[in-house]
């Protein structure tokens, strides 16, 4: 009696857990298959925690992006300590000190262990502004005054390597999304153009295509980015910059759109969709938009990298973003040379993150690509 | 001994100005010195080059020199032959390091170390007391690298046969040359439309050149078909149009050369060049000696590789040049550091910049407001209160440039530390210029702290500087930064512009920026009314539209094309003290130092531009072997007017 | 099939057409000509070039003349004659630079096809067969790397880092003395020395797209019915793998190979400015800057040639390749 029982519980639990897949929505399924792409995931939570970092950067960096503080120019980051005279503390760090070296010119620091200053949580620092409204000025972590602490060291102007990057990081971040954003509307629309009118429309926009692929990127972005009106504000040059980075994503995006559309016309069930009534509209966006979403999610998140790297392409050539505006791409073209490499190493760090956002940008996709086809 | 070597450092401004020794200068006694030397006869020359005389290619040396050959005195001792010299050049200033002229160049005359002008290819040289006339005197016998003689006729022949052709490119002799006569074989005469007493700095560089001046017309009158009635069948057969083309293409107008066999008067010559090498070889006709009688120069061969600026920086760090300048302070550390490996000396050398970071209000804005807050002296002097010098000079500089007013070099003979160092607004006193804008009227602010004008707009203006390949350096970018934050501390807000060069160029005559930064580029000695004589002379960047007005006045531009508004009085009054510096004074006269006296203590009183620092020097590597290389080289701009390179005397220890 | 082609060849020449009017236009986009380059290098030298001059200049370069006079004399000899004008930076032949720069680009490119090869298709493989392993995830993130760090950073890093480690001479592709020599097997050796870095630098960043194609299309194939059908009638892992999963996977890879040429250039560029080498990149870039208008045109113009050709050849190969295309196109 209980055997029996225990089988049909057992029976019972196994079609449960069939039904539960077969009855899933395909976004349940489709989180699923991602949460299986352990990299992704993780990914996931580092983008997170870094536009997190963006959007609040006044307060999760411990200083201003652009005051210099020039008695300090070009210190190596900072160490933090627990160790004081062999007694463990809680983390704390030294005063610094500094004298020119006579023979090289060079600046060089010590740390002074008569100085000592305790790390804190939410200490008061430089003003900000929280999301643009309410200036505030306490910071997540920091020392108190006149204590300094640079965790990645700062730059020629003594400016803290690690707030700039934190704030650098709302250009560099946002640059991507709002690329790709312009790609999907572009691609989106002429693909969809391309695909469903045919004929003349579709011919034109194909050979566009193969005529934007044809050229070489660099070349395309330095002459338009050299056509941009010299008066332009930061912001609005940013807006261009942005859009002439796109240009060339909405081709690719453009082809699948189109390919799929093609491909999906066929199927049997958007003619039975056809078939037993349903509007041309409600064709395309109950049946055959869901079934490509997924693709054009994989493809836009795989674009993003390409815009970070490219804002840094830019800003090397000397032709993208400028100072004062800080960007990532701008701290690297102030680091991109043989001195920060030889001399000052931490200037780089930037360049860390840069690859850092590429890395989970692209395992996110890869992961999302995996759970596009949730039911294979 | 090691200081000894580098004391002509002082010097490397002073040869601008160091005038008394020129003072008596018309040439004919130097050139007298000249032969005395020569009377021995027996000439020594290159190995390589014995060589080819015993294998009968070319003739003896004494053959190939002039009757008197040029003297040269050595800066340390006497050079021995041979050896290849490495170089670099940057891809941004592909002419550095020896990579192109002024380096690898001589002219007419030359000027020493000590500012004092004497001939060079030319055995002598004449001025006429009304300026109107110039002579040269040929060295008798000296040869174009093809073994040619170089006679009047390869001058006159530029001037009617090639500047007068419609269809052959040149850059065409200075433009008050009126007349060029073949007095006899060896002597050329220059008249002129207007005094012109400049042409004796012209004949410094490129401008008395195988560019504008004299070309080998024996070899190039094959092409030509006044001279040859087959010339057009020829250029035919080589694959050209008609004989200009080919004439142009032989002749080279500009730049690099096309055709490498072009004869040349440099002490090397063309031997091959790409994109990425340019490779020169010993001239075998070059016209100078060495004090044994040696003929220069010691060194066989220039390789100069064209390289990216960074590589530029690690090539020399790993030891692989033999020479280099093209750097900045900032390169110091890393040079320093990497000596010893390296196998070179690097050495900081004084710039003959007077000014390495300046701003200029621009005096034509459009905007009635600015201007008039512009054209306002108290308020340039409160500009210039409100930055500190001190720490931009330490965070930026190295603390190795002088924070001082924008004015010339100050080992200027007629130089006065009122005009930089000890000007009286060269002083950090943000509290001064606080009051001083206060009573302006400038005293009520908005929100952000930033002072109203007049109109009850925000003090906000544009600095606009140079961000092409050529244009501001990290050092002056950082600096810009700084004094941004000086300048919002006393309430006036400036946000950087950077602009590329072709652009800056478009919207320096449309008034509409407000700040222009720049440097001044060490040429205001030499000339006050061209581009360069920077911001110091009168065009200076503040001037823009005015520009139009003076052109006017010359006949140089239509009464019709005049912008804007006339030039204030005191600009005016600088441009007529240029005017007349242009046609009447004499380089290293005393009137020409007045007239620059008087030029520069308008700009002391006036500060119409207001410098930050100045004077920065710059780094130079030679290798530990290279002998007589003057420790005082300048890199570019001023380079070309003094010519004091003396590359032909360099040799390897 | 020859019909085909026909039509393609007609469309490319089009294209061609318009191309040549882009690339002459882009040109022309910023502010300034080579002329104010010029005038502006010549006063950072110290030289004041004044308007005679500057206008003596204009007549030389035919500036004076109408932009659509300018275009029809440039694009009619190079159809005509072949000649592509003059470089104004160079003084020189656009023809002959082409060339002379040319042949390095094709062997850098080839050198870079070959080790993204090497590194992407193993790694592709791997991941594909063994999706979510620890293999997988340390192949992945190898192969993301060199595309995740910016190119002319580790470009500067590495010639840094080599010049310091092992004493290799920084920047270029040849030592001094074979600089201007003529080929030689000496040169050749000299140029295989100098290759290492930039091929490193410049492949990585090609391999993590071709490990994704790979990865992908190949655990589509895998998951078919004709695998699974082989599987179970016993036929060896290896031979299903490779009989016909690994042949279509690679598919996308062929289709690919047209556009690899722009992606080259364009991801060259930057890594041969930072190390100086003498390839079509740095010069296309110059050219830009300098708004040397018939070197920058016409080689916009012969990558653009040169990529149509290449997804021409590339449409065909896939035609021999896959038979199923074959299949459609008789249809």
Redo the contacts between chains.
């Keep these: 009696m209980a055997d029996r029982v225990n089988t049909a519980e057992r029976l019972e639990a196994a079609a449960a857990a069939a039904e539960q897949y077969y009855v899933a929505s395909s976004w349940t399924l489709m989180r699923r298959k991602f949460v299986k792409h352990r990299l992704a995931v993780i990914a996931w939570f580092v983008l997170a925690i870094l536009y997190l970092a963006a959007a609040f950067a006044g307060f999760a960096a411990p200083y201003d992006r652009i005051a210099s503080r020039t008695d300090f120019s070009m210190a190596p980051p900072t160490r933090v300590r627990i160790l004081h005279e062999g007694r463990l503390q809680a983390p704390f760090i030294y005063g610094l000190t500094r004298q020119r070296n006579p023979e090289t010119l060079l600046m060089e620091y010590q740390t002074d262990p008569e100085q000592r200053h305790r790390i804190r949580l939410f200490v008061s620092g430089d003003k900000y502004k929280v999301l643009g409204l309410v200036t505030a000025n306490k910071h997540l972590f920091g020392v108190e005054e006149p204590g300094v602490m640079f965790l990645f060291g700062t730059d020629q102007l003594g400016r803290d390597i690690l707030s700039r990057i934190i704030h650098g990081a709302r250009i560099s971040l946002s640059i991507g999304l709002l690329g790709v954003a312009m790609s999907f509307v572009l691609g989106c629309m002429l693909g969809g153009l391309s695909g469903f009118i045919g004929g003349p429309v579709d011919m034109a926009i194909q050979r566009a295509i193969e005529f934007l692929q044809s050229l070489p990127t660099i070349p395309l972005w330095m002459s338009l980015a050299a056509a941009i009106p010299i008066d332009w504000s930061p912001l609005r040059r940013y807006f261009l910059i942005t859009l002439i980075l796109s240009i060339i994503g909405w081709t690719g995006l453009a082809r699948i759109v189109r390919g799929k559309i093609l491909q999906l016309r066929e199927e049997d069930y958007v003619t039975a969709a056809g078939v037993s009534g349903a509007t041309r509209r409600n064709v395309i966006v109950r049946h055959m938009l869901p079934n490509f979403l997924g693709y054009l999610i994989v493809h836009l998140t795989l674009e993003v990298p390409g815009m970070i790297l490219g804002e840094t392409a830019l800003s090397f050539l000397g032709i993208g973003l400028q100072p004062p505006v800080v960007s990532w791409g701008v701290a690297l073209q102030q680091a991109s040379n043989i001195r920060s490499v030889a001399l000052h190493p931490w200037l780089l760090i930037p360049a860390l993150f840069v690859v850092l956002t590429v890395l989970c940008f692209n395992f996110v996709g890869d992961g999302m690509r995996d759970a596009a086809d949730p039911y294979k | 001994m090691q200081t000894a070597k580098w004391m002509p450092v002082l010097l490397g401004a002073a040869l601008l100005m160091a005038t008394s020794a020129w003072a008596s200068g018309e040439g004919e006694d130097t050139a007298s010195s000249d032969a005395a030397m020569t009377m021995g006869g027996e000439y020594k020359e290159a190995p390589m080059l014995a060589a080819m005389v015993a294998a009968g290619e070319l003739p003896p040396v004494d053959e190939r020199l002039p009757i008197e050959p040029k003297v040269l005195e050595a800066i340390e001792e006497i050079g021995t032959y041979g050896g290849t010299i490495e170089v670099f050049a940057n891809a941004n200033h592909p002419w550095n390091d020896l990579a192109d002229s002024p380096e690898r160049s001589q002219y007419p005359l030359r000027m020493n170390f000590d500012g004092s002008i004497e001939a060079d290819q030319a055995k002598a040289y004449e001025l006429a007391d009304d300026f109107m006339t110039f002579t040269l005197y040929l060295r008798e016998g000296m040869k174009w690298s093809n073994g040619d003689d170089l006679t009047a006729e390869d001058f006159v022949f530029v001037k009617y046969q090639m500047d007068d052709h419609e269809s052959i490119d040149t850059w065409g002799y200075p433009g008050q040359v009126d007349t060029v006569t073949a007095i006899d074989d060896y002597t050329v005469q220059l008249n002129f439309k207007v005094p012109y007493p400049r042409i004796v700095l012209d004949m410094l560089h490129w401008r008395g050149s195988d560019w504008t001046v004299v070309a080998p017309s024996t070899w190039l009158k094959q092409w030509h078909i006044e001279y040859n009635p087959n010339a057009d069948a020829k250029a035919k057969e080589e694959g050209f149009d008609n004989w200009a083309e080919a004439f142009n293409n032989h002749h080279t107008f500009c730049c690099p050369a096309k055709d490498v066999n072009k004869p040349t008067l440099h002490p090397w010559k063309w031997k091959e060049h790409t994109t990425t090498v340019r490779i020169w070889e010993r001239n075998p006709f070059y016209y100078a000696v060495d004090t044994a009688g040696q003929q220069l120069p010691y060194i066989d061969r220039i390789v100069s590789q064209t390289v990216n600026a960074e590589t530029y920086k690690l090539k020399v760090v790993a030891g692989e040049a033999d020479y280099a300048g093209a750097m900045t302070i900032g390169d110091f550390p890393l040079l320093k550091q990497n000596e010893e490996t390296g196998n070179y000396t690097v050495k900081l050398v004084p710039h003959v910049n007077g000014g390495d970071v300046t701003y200029t209000f621009v005096l034509d804005n459009l905007d009635p407001v600015k201007r008039e807050l512009f054209n306002n002296v108290d308020f340039r002097r409160a500009m210039s209160l409100a930055i500190d010098r001190e720490e931009i000079n330490e965070t930026v500089w190295l603390g190795q440039a002088v924070p001082r007013q924008a004015t010339l070099n100050a080992d200027v003979s007629f130089y006065k530390s009122e005009w930089g160092e000890n000007h009286p607004y060269n002083r950090y006193a943000p509290d001064e210029a606080n009051s001083m804008l206060d009573a302006l009227g400038l005293d009520e602010r908005n929100r952000d702290g930033l002072r109203l004008m007049s109109n009850g707009e925000p003090m906000s203006f544009t600095l606009t500087y140079d961000a092409g390949a050529e244009g501001a350096s990290e050092q002056e970018i950082l600096t810009h930064e700084l004094v941004k934050e000086d300048w919002a501390a006393v309430g006036v807000e400036v946000n950087l512009n950077p602009l590329d060069s072709d652009l800056i160029r478009q919207v320096e005559t449309e008034g509409t920026m407000d700040v222009r930064a720049t440097r001044t580029s060490g040429m205001e000695m030499y000339d006050f009314l061209s581009g360069n004589g920077g911001m110091l002379g009168v065009g200076h960047r503040g001037a823009g539209r005015f520009y139009s007005w003076w052109g006017a006045e010359r006949g140089n531009v239509p009464e019709a094309d005049r912008i804007g508004e006339p030039p204030p009085e005191d600009l005016a009054m600088l441009y007529q003290l240029g005017r007349a510096d242009m046609q009447s004074t004499l380089f290293g006269s005393q009137e020409y130092r007045d007239v620059r006296t008087k030029i520069f203590d308008l700009h002391a009183d006036k500060l119409w531009t207001i410098g930050v620092v100045g004077m920065a020097p710059y780094p130079l590597v030679v290798r530990n072997n290279l002998g007589n290389v003057p420790r005082v080289l300048p890199p570019w701009a001023e380079a070309w007017l003094t010519m004091n390179y003396y590359s032909n005397m360099w040799y390897f220890k | 099939m020859t019909q085909y082609i026909v039509r393609r060849v007609l469309?490319m020449v089009?294209?061609l057409g318009?191309?040549s009017m882009?690339a002459f236009m882009?040109?022309q986009?910023?502010?300034?000509d080579y002329v104010?380059?010029f005038v502006?290098?010549m006063?950072?030298?110290?030289?004041?070039v004044?308007?005679?001059?500057m206008r003596?200049l204009y007549?030389?370069y035919a500036f004076d003349r109408p932009v659509h006079e300018q275009y029809l004399k440039w694009i009619g000899n190079i159809v005509l004659r072949g000649d592509m004008g003059e470089s104004m930076a160079?003084?020189?032949s656009v023809a002959d630079?082409i060339a002379?720069?040319l042949t390095l680009s094709v062997v850098l490119s080839l050198g870079t096809l070959i080790i993204t090869y090497i590194i992407a298709v193993p790694i592709g493989i791997y991941s594909a067969t063994h999706?979510?392993s620890v293999g997988d995830?340390a192949g992945?993130?190898f192969g993301?790397?060199g595309?995740?760090?910016?190119?002319?950073?580790l470009a500067?890093?590495l010639?840094?880092v080599t010049?310091r480690l092992f004493?290799w001479?920084?920047?270029?592709l040849f030592s001094?003395e074979f600089?201007?020599a003529p080929w030689s097997l000496a040169r050749v050796w000299d140029l295989m020395k100098h290759l290492p870095v930039p091929l490193i630098v410049i492949g990585t960043a090609g391999t993590?797209g071709l490990i994704?194609i790979l990865r992908?299309s190949l655990s589509d194939e895998l998951?078919r019915q004709y695998v699974i059908t082989a599987r179970a009638k016993g036929v060896a892992e290896r031979r299903i793998l490779f009989k016909y999963p690994v042949r279509i996977a690679i598919n996308p890879i062929i289709s690919a190979i047209g556009?690899l040429l722009?992606?080259i250039?364009?991801g060259e560029?930057?890594v041969s400015?930072?190390?100086?080498l003498?390839t079509i990149?740095?010069?296309?870039?110059?050219g830009?800057?300098q708004q040397d208008m018939y070197l920058?045109s016409s080689v916009?113009l012969m990558?653009?040639m040169l990529?149509?050709v290449g997804?021409l050849i590339s449409d065909m190969l896939l035609v021999v390749v896959d038979p199923r295309i074959r299949f459609e196109q008789k249809n």
């Design positions: 469309y089009l294209s318009v191309l882009v882009i040109i986009l910023p502010p300034g104010t380059t502006h290098m006063q950072q030298r110290g030289i004041a004044d308007e005679a001059m003596a007549e030389r160079f003084n020189d630079l002379e720069r999706p979510y995830y992945t993130v993301f790397i595309l995740a760090t910016p190119n002319f950073l500067l890093i010639m840094f010049l004493g001479s920084p920047g270029g001094p600089l201007a993590a994704r992908s998951s556009y722009p992606g250039v364009s560029a930057l400015i930072v190390l100086s003498p990149g740095p010069m296309l870039l110059d830009l800057r920058a916009i990558l653009g990529t149509m997804t």
